[in-house]
């Protein structure tokens, strides 16, 4: 606590202060060039830099290694290609960096290697001495993963026996039997409890799987599994060639693949109160609303979501299953327009780019927009969408951005509260701003009624744009909102202190980014580090917090670099489980028992 | 007084920062499916029922959500049943759906194992399948601690050794009681 208070006022007396010419060594980097422009263009004011190796720039958030984009020093710098804001140096500390210059410090970034994922304060934790043994930790990923105990006469724990694999290397064969390269369908029993751990491990992570939430919509449980959308990051835990960034690129969905020995006759979802008398699926039509008079529409033969024992997963086939119709609205529903009738022939599981971002899913999920209402860039927007982009892919929650950033989008002249005050402007421009990106969508039935046998279900409709774009993304609600080209605001300010406020044009362009912002890997190793180890790390509280915290952050932040760098799922389970945490059988009591300390031996010094 | 105000929630803001930091360490324990298919088995198949009422059944007191898509409804003399696989839902099908992942120890979990150990021991065909394998010429409290704990744990293994010392110098402690004892302990649900 004092330390912190001590940090707090040494800040202040900082800013104070202010930038003093002092005497200056070059830092010592592995780029003669860059130490020089460090040295000359940054040093005045940053003069910690001079003490500083690479791995001091990388643990301090301030360079990615490889990825000068993504690095806080290089993106930041006036005349750098990065797409961030771009304030270093000030103006009135003079011009800004020459190309050469720039290009010197893009270069030393590029070639510095991800280190390795030892952290060595992770060590000062234990302290017992009472570490697992090699078949424990078999032991421990067998029944984190399988969800069952290891039986006492597994070929590997033999293996492992007769000295001839170590626990880690156990865990890692364990972990290629749910291998989805070759086949779509997993075979071994063991292989199939890996994926369906996993698969509840990543669908946890979703913040919305209710399907039940617009007009009665609960024949949209028939034909979607919520899980599918987990199954992006099951499939490329489980595909070598499915890099995690892939997660945000193209249009294919995913599905899991399911077997049952029972026939599938009833509902899954119990709609009605009593289960003396469920309902059978022959009964009812998903489609066809009505066949004859005036109304005609083509029969849609769906085949029901698969139910039973995850066996595997895959892509969704293209074309398979195609709705013929859509409406956006029921008849005689008088706050509406009259009813509008689609024939569209749309594939119902294809993406609308940006992969996760755009599948289908997903948007239904988390759209909560009325039945047949398009957004009107006003009050009328798919906030929720774009709240859980950040929630469900970064771990942030909003504001994402700070409050000044805000004042510039602040206008007191708009009907709209949520546009005049800063605060509330704070967080509607990051979630107003990129929902602009799915503008053209609504949420249209596939029939006219969801009474007597037909069962309603709701789908993602494209509006086409008719018109040019003249409406501001954050206004104050405009009909032609919808019918213009979608393009979005992004405004962001990364936990490294990296603001980006720029506009997109699509959601393979949102994927992108995502892809590679350091928010997103660092919240990928923050949530296995919580399924391996029990530890749930606050990611916004690095620097004012405890001894064991920050060491904690030190080294999640090496396995976000790592993960970002080889973009394998395993590889990141693989540095947890070869690490101390995972070891040393006492290691989180002595950290418990650390929380309750002062740590004052964890100095500056030591991090 | 602007100027105030703002000096005033920048103290909140780093106050809270400080003293209320969102880091929890907390024991990895078991799901319900781990829990539940380690006491099966134990104590074997025909204690089924127990285990599922008591463990399976419970996904908010041990964690692990169920997926209400690996189960079909199907008909039978009584009525309908559901079946499927160990990751079924029991009830509540969004409740259930969303539990979560990992929980942590509670007087309820503590509470909910004792209650099936006890159950478990009671019924004698459990307790008969737990110490069919118990060999009476070796060390019961060994015979009966690797029944829960079949890798490692030497030096809690030592712990109890210790503890019994006594005891079991003038008499062999019942195979009934160490089944018990060795069910409730934590530390086999903890991975």
């Known amino acids: 606590m004092r330390r912190t208070l001590a940090a707090f006022l040494t800040l202040i007396l900082l800013g104070l202060v202010g930038c003093q010419e002092l005497p200056q060594k070059t830092p010592s980097i592995s780029s003669v060039d860059a130490a020089k422009v460090l040295k000359n263009r940054c040093l005045d004011c940053h003069r910690d830099y001079q003490n500083f190796k690479d791995e001091d720039f990388i643990k301090r958030g301030l360079v990615v290694p490889g990825k000068p984009q993504s690095s806080f020093l290089y993106a930041s710098l006036r005349n750098s290609d990065s797409g961030a804001e771009q304030t270093m140096p000030p103006k009135e500390a003079g011009d800004p960096l020459s190309p050469e210059e720039v290009l010197a410090l893009k270069k030393w970034i590029e070639k510095i290697k991800v280190p390795e994922v030892k952290v060595v304060e992770l060590e000062t934790f234990s302290k017992g001495g009472d570490l697992l043994s090699e078949a424990e930790i078999f032991s421990r990923c067998y029944g984190q993963w399988l969800r069952s105990p290891l039986p006492r006469h597994h070929t590997l724990l033999k293996k492992i026996e007769e000295g001839k694999l170590s626990g880690v290397q156990a865990c890692k064969v364990l972990l290629n039997k749910a291998s989805l390269e070759k086949e779509a369908i997993v075979n071994s029993d063991e292989g199939r409890k890996l994926i369906q751990t996993f698969q509840s491990l990543h669908r946890s992570w979703f913040s919305e799987l209710n399907l039940y939430n617009t007009d009665e919509q609960w024949g949209n449980f028939e034909i979607y599994d919520p899980g599918n959308l987990a199954a992006y990051f099951t499939y490329s835990l489980f595909h070598s060639k499915k890099d995690l960034a892939s997660i945000f690129r193209g249009k294919t969905s995913y599905e899991l693949i399911r077997k049952s020995d029972a026939r599938r006759e009833y509902f899954i979802f119990p709609y009605q109160e009593t289960s003396a008398k469920p309902l059978k699926l022959k009964n009812f039509s998903f489609g066809s609303g009505e066949e004859k008079g005036e109304d005609v529409y083509p029969p849609w033969k769906i085949r029901p979501i698969p139910t039973g024992e995850i066996v595997g997963i895959r892509p969704a086939p293209k074309k398979r299953d195609i709705l013929p119709t859509m409406v956006d609205t029921r008849k005689g529903q008088k706050e509406f327009h009259g009813q509008r009738v689609y024939h569209l022939n749309q594939d119902i599981r294809l993406g609308r780019g940006g992969g996760i971002l755009g599948d289908p899913l997903f948007l239904l999920l988390n759209m909560k927009m009325e039945i047949g209402k398009a957004s009107d860039g006003g009050k009328r927007i798919p906030r929720k969408w774009a709240t859980s982009i950040f929630k469900d892919f970064m771990c942030r929650d909003l504001p994402v951005v700070p409050i000044p950033r805000a004042k510039k989008y602040i206008r007191k002249d708009s009907p709209l509260s949520f546009r005049q005050k800063a605060s509330c402007v704070q967080c509607h421009m990051s979630m107003d701003g990129i929902a602009g990106l799915i503008r053209n969508f609504e949420v249209n039935y596939s029939v006219d009624s969801g009474l007597g046998r037909y069962i309603q279900t709701s789908h993602i409709r494209a509006r086409k744009s008719t018109k040019t774009s003249a409406t501001p993304i954050l206004g104050d609600g405009d009909e032609k909102y919808s019918l213009e080209p979608a393009r979005g605001l992004l405004a962001f300010q990364s936990r490294s202190g990296l603001y980006y406020e720029r506009e997109v044009a699509s959601l393979e362009e949102l994927g992108d980014f995502i892809a590679e912002s350091s928010d997103f890997y660092q919240c990928m190793s923050k949530r296995y580090l919580y399924f391996l180890t029990g530890i749930n790390l606050d990611l916004d509280g690095k620097d004012l917090s405890s001894g064991h915290e920050r060491v904690l952050w030190q080294f999640n932040q090496k396995l976000a670099l790592r993960l970002q760098d080889h973009q394998s799922l395993r590889q990141l389970i693989e540095d947890i489980i070869s690490s101390p945490l995972y070891r040393d059988r006492h290691y989180l009591q002595n950290m418990k028992n650390e929380k309750q300390r002062e740590p004052a031996q964890y100095d500056e010094a030591s991090y | ?191």
């Open chain 2, 1 to 191: 007084m602007r100027a105030l105000r703002t000096v005033f929630t920048l103290m909140m803001l780093f106050f809270n920062h400080v003293l209320w930091s969102q880091t929890q360490v907390q024991t990895r324990y078991g799901d319900r499916l781990f829990v539940g298919e380690l006491l099966l088995r134990v104590f074997g198949p025909d204690c089924k029922t127990i285990v599922e009422k008591e463990v399976f059944n419970k996904p908010h007191i041990f964690g692990g959500p169920c997926d209400p898509y690996s189960q079909r409804l199907v008909k039978v003399k009584e009525g309908y049943k559901t079946v499927g696989p160990r990751e079924k839902c029991s009830e509540s099908f969004f409740s259930q759906y969303r539990a979560d992942l990992i929980v942590e120890n509670s007087p309820l979990r503590s509470g909910a194992i004792a209650k099936v150990c006890q159950s478990l021991s009671q019924k004698k065909a459990c307790l008969n399948h737990a110490l069919k394998g118990i060999d009476k010429e070796k060390d019961s409290i060994e015979e009966i601690f690797r029944l829960f704990y079949p890798i490692g744990h030497e030096r809690l293994l030592g712990e109890f050794k210790m503890a019994f010392e006594d005891v079991s110098r003038k008499k062999s402690i019942d195979h009934k009681f160490l089944l018990k004892l060795f069910c409730q302990s934590e530390e086999w649900q903890i991975l």
